[in-house]
């Protein structure tokens, strides 16, 4: 059954010819998108010089057209919204409230002063809006200007905000951007473009948009667009196989901006345990790192280390803190944590054999799968860690900090750590180990985009960075006066 159409929305137009059915992820049903083979040649631009129009623009101008996009993005009133999240309940994960609540905090990211601060700070106003000057020591003088790229986009699905956070990137950079909606979210992207199109018709921020949707992996697409004369650079979220569709075609001219799967933890000090008030507190914010968007994303935690020794006072305190996290965990509102609608059901066996185990393992909940606490009695981490999700976590006592450091490593993205103190002592090290990002337990999926993203700057590293560079022999020494007679 077909259970809804991704159109595709280029540069202004939306097509719905040469349509073709695809399975959903989920595979419950199946969705139409128009044959991209018949419409790749027509996805990039003709000459990069056609992107002179976006130059034309000055900022406040972008801002305008941003704020004016981010009002019409009102969940109540905007039918594309409301079809793209139609759509979700089918391809997503995720349930109803939590979809829904990802498009209603759309329109303040698009605000004047949000989008003044992530670009001010990602890449600085002076560079995005003309030559910055600067004079080297050897008396050359250099004026910097950050300009827009061709980006093919291929953001990952869980949830409305990382299509918002594509479109918005790449509008503040000017660049000309084509977007590869992904399956588990396959019209949200194309709703804010069709907004767009509403508020600015015809407008070059418009008119440098495409979102579609192909099959990753298509040769008849990619190896037609996947060329430096086409884009160059592409940005790609997601796992392995998403990744390893676009590495064949990295080359001279086309660079790869990876924002692949991270896993996240935590680290609680023994500061938890000074009273009870302290660790319900504690308690609280944990759950809250383990349960947003049902463990779903990057940033959630999974394992969570606790300074606590291994001793039988070490093992009751890391006990207590479980059956607290899990009581917390249940506990939260729809919007933000339900039981999933999709467990995984090999997890669901590692984690009622671990409650077989019990000199090894406690485990608190998970009877009617709405998620569970295992609690480590020893200082390691359940051996199937990796797969932890669902609202499934793990807490692992150590005796050590030197425990937590060697479990850190480059795929480790944010680390919610209690208390401050105890991330000021940690944050010289663990980046040596791959740890990209520390913060205070409980916020571990309250991000920032006016900060770095996976140790990288992601909206820099989109920019091209060129130079205009005057040399004066008055003061920079030429090379013919220097070559000896």
């Given at each position: 059954m077909i259970a809804y159409t991704v159109p595709l929305f280029l540069r202004g137009r939306v097509i719905t010819d040469d349509l073709v059915p695809f399975a959903t992820r989920i595979g419950a049903s199946q969705f139409q998108a128009p044959d991209m083979s018949k419409h790749v040649e027509r996805l990039p631009l003709k000459s990069p010089g056609q992107m002179s129009d976006l130059y034309e623009l000055s900022f406040d101008e972008i801002l305008d057209v941003l704020a004016a996009l981010g009002d019409a993005l009102n969940f109540e009133t905007n039918t594309h919204l409301q079809e793209a999240y139609e759509a979700s309940l089918v391809a997503n994960v995720l349930p109803a409230e939590m979809l829904k609540n990802s498009y209603r905090v759309l329109p303040p990211l698009f605000s004047r002063t949000n989008v003044t601060e992530i670009a001010d700070t990602?890449?600085?106003?002076?560079?995005?809006?003309?030559?910055?000057?600067?004079?080297l020591s050897d008396g050359r003088e250099l004026r910097v200007r950050a300009f827009g790229s061709r980006v093919l986009h291929i953001p990952a699905g869980n949830g409305g905000l990382v299509s918002a956070v594509t479109i918005l990137r790449s509008v503040i950079t000017r660049s000309d951007v084509i977007i590869k909606a992904p399956s588990n979210d396959p019209l949200?992207?194309?709703?804010?473009?069709?907004?767009?199109?509403?508020?600015?018709?015809?407008?070059?921020?418009?008119?440098?948009?495409?979102?579609?949707?192909?099959?990753?992996?298509?040769?008849?697409v990619e190896e037609t667009l996947y060329q430096p004369h086409h884009i160059e650079k592409i940005v790609a979220w997601g796992g392995l196989a998403s990744v390893r569709h676009v590495t064949r075609y990295i080359q001279p001219g086309l660079e790869l901006i990876a924002l692949d799967p991270k896993r996240s933890s935590t680290i609680i000090g023994a500061e938890a345990f000074a009273d009870d008030e302290t660790l319900r507190e504690v308690a609280r914010r944990a759950a809250i790192d383990i349960g947003v968007a049902n463990q779903e994303g990057c940033a959630n935690a999974r394992v969570i280390y606790v300074l606590t020794g291994t001793d039988a006072a070490g093992l009751a305190n890391a006990n207590r803190l479980g059956e607290l996290i899990y009581r917390e965990l249940v506990r939260l509102p729809a919007v933000i944590s339900t039981a999933p609608r999709y467990p995984n059901r090999e997890l669901l066996d590692h984690v009622e054999a671990s409650r077989m185990a019990e000199d090894f393992y406690r485990v608190v909940g998970g009877e009617q799968r709405e998620g569970a606490i295992v609690v480590s009695q020893i200082d390691e981490p359940v051996d199937y860690s990796p797969m932890l999700s669902g609202r499934v976590a793990n807490i692992v006592p150590v005796d050590s900090i030197d425990k937590v450091t060697a479990a850190v490593n480059a795929y480790t993205q944010t680390i919610g750590i209690y208390p401050e103190s105890l991330k000021r002592r940690l944050r010289d090290t663990l980046p040596l180990f791959g740890a990209q990002r520390l913060t205070s337990l409980g916020y571990a999926c309250s991000v920032a985009l006016a900060m770095p993203q996976d140790a990288i700057e992601p909206i820099r590293r989109m920019c091209k960075w060129i130079v205009d560079e005057e040399c004066d022999p008055s003061f920079v020494v030429p090379l013919w006066q220097a070559a000896p007679a």
């Open positions: 990602q890449v600085g106003l002076d560079y995005l809006n003309g030559w910055v000057p600067q004079t949200t992207a194309i709703a804010i473009a069709r907004t767009l199109a509403d508020v600015a018709p015809d407008h070059p921020i418009t008119r440098h948009l495409a979102v579609g949707y192909w099959k990753g992996g298509d040769l008849a």
